[in-house]
């Protein structure tokens, strides 16, 4: 089969589309080939020298796909050669075919097959991370940064969805169709200060839950853009590994301040949240409520050029490479 390669980390030309060896199926995996996967900036950092995959995980990018399922491993139940599936991976997903545990697949929800590869790793990381650490419910105020993201347009929808008033930060150009996900407020990070608006809108109270990407440089304000009881749950560092965190303001707000990753999960924990998307997200997919945003198609050949844009930030939603 072929596969985006990383013969040396390096710019986006280091990704290299060549011939490897074909995956097989291991104990309670099935071989997937696939149609489509998202890029994701967890990525970007690999094909940099700075993300490298799990022990045991494809040494390719590619943290989801969608495809169709052509070999099913031993002590695999459910799942047969011939259904069209999404997948979450630790990696592989640049690739003519990956082998994918059986806990981490999911039915193509009610979208085309190829867009269906933009939802696996946003829907884990958002539903994980806004539910299970985050507690978010409906009434809640949630701020999402980096709004025009995959996380972004995602969480906002699904915040939406769940009932919860959804803020976020995003270029201005784009605040738009963000408030056509849902969004109730929109604020421009390059003008204006979060946390005062944050305020503003909320009349003092803050926000419930925070939903960060940037990490350093945003939390001096995250913790004070919260409101009493208030959950700051961090997910990546664009802005920053190291900063200095007032816990006086986090004592006087019995606030709290996790940080999660997704990709070097046990298979267990990867499965559990993969059934929690399947049974609370995906009927929101069917009804409607929740579609997968996908700025362009781009040859898997062109994972460079997909990098470039992600780089960019002038993507809306995800960017998909495709096969076929």
């Known amino acids: 089969m072929r596969a985006v390669t990383i013969p040396q980390p390096g710019g986006p030309d280091a990704l290299v589309w060549a ?18 996967s998202g890029v994701n900036r967890a990525d970007l950092l690999q094909r940099q020298g700075h993300y490298p995959p799990p022990p045991g995980a494809s040494a390719y990018p590619g943290l989801e796909c969608s495809g169709v399922i052509t070999e099913v491993g031993a002590d695999v139940a459910g799942w047969a050669v011939g259904q069209q599936v999404c997948a979450l991976l630790s990696g592989g997903g640049y690739a003519e075919r990956v082998a994918v545990p059986a806990g981490q697949l999911l039915p193509v929800p009610a979208c085309d097959t190829v867009d269906a590869a ?13 539910i299970q650490v985050g507690r978010l ?9 980096g709004g025009g993201s995959g996380i972004g347009t995602f969480a906002i929808q699904f915040g939406a969805a769940l009932g919860a008033t959804v803020l976020t930060t995003a270029r201005a150009a784009k605040h738009d169709r963000l408030r056509e996900l849902g969004a109730a407020h929109t604020i421009d990070y390059r003008e204006q200060d979060f946390a005062d608006e944050v305020r503003r809108v909320t009349d003092g109270r803050g926000a ?17 853009a919260l409101a009493t009881g208030g959950r700051l749950v961090v997910i990546g560092m664009q ?37 929690g998307v399947r049974d609370e997200v995906w009927p929101m997919v069917t009804a409607g409520a929740i579609r997968p945003v996908v700025d362009r198609r781009l040859p898997m050949a062109e994972a460079a050029q997909a990098h470039r844009l992600v780089e960019s930030n002038e993507h809306f939603g995800k960017v998909v490479l495709t096969i076929g």
């Open 118 to 130: 933009a939802l696996p790793e946003v829907a884990c990381t958002v539903w994980s991370n806004l």
């Open 208 to 224: 419930d839950v925070v939903l960060d990407i940037m990490g350093a440089s945003y939390l001096g304000r995250n913790v004070a």
């Open 137 to 145: 419910s409906a009434g809640d105020t949630l701020l999402v940064h």
């Open 239 to 275: 802005g920053g590994r190291k900063a200095e965190l007032d816990l006086g303001a986090l004592l006087t707000k019995r606030a709290s301040v996790s940080a999660t990753s997704l990709r070097a999960r046990p298979l267990a924990e990867k499965a559990e949240i993969v059934q």
């Open 19 to 36: 011939e490897v060896p074909d995956p097989e199926p291991g104990p309670g995996e099935v071989i997937v080939d696939v149609r489509a």
